[in-house]
């Protein structure tokens, strides 16, 4: 097996909201701020405002335009490297934002055979009606969903000035949920180096 220690795992963290003044960027940072205490795992940002992604697909058999060709390839090239991800997302009407869904389907391979966490933030759900949905759409991509994850109730509240969370509880919750991303990143990318999968 793979030592993350000389190898660490390469993790994509996708950030879901496109909306103006969301909040998804401070849990982002907080989030690089606890894989930056480890040294089993890289992360990349995907901030979907960065990098957006072509909203109309073309009929089957054609061809994408140069224009959305480009955009794709600022994209799926870092989804692909990925061995695997966190999408933080908060709710929308009882599921996600439809920019996630977007970056989801434009992609398919990518998520084979890898691992899935979750970061979640709203209201009194804190984004965990998003999460159950994002588990069945991701199970019909072949991925592997993390059982635990972290969910921000009423977000508004729960960060400080310096936007880190002021519940400790927080850091020990995404703790948890990283060793688990760990464990199956390693045990995933082993699988795949000895037999490539197939859908």
Known sequence: ??????????????????????????????????????????????????????????AFGQQLSDEDMGLLGAVAPRLDAADAFVIITPEYNHSYPAALKNAIDWHNPQWHAKPVGFISYGGISGGLRAVEHLRGVLAELHAVTIRNSVSFHNYGDKFGPDGKPLDPECDIAAKALLDQLAWWGQALRDARAARPYTA
């Open 1 to 58: 097996m793979s030592d993350l220690n000389d190898n660490p795992l390469q993790v994509a963290a996708l950030v879901g909201s496109t909306r103006d003044g969301r909040f998804g960027p401070v849990v982002a940072n907080w989030l690089l701020g606890q894989i930056a205490q480890r040294k089993d795992m890289d992360v990349d940002v995907v901030d979907l405002v960065e990098t957006p992604l072509p909203t109309v697909m073309p």
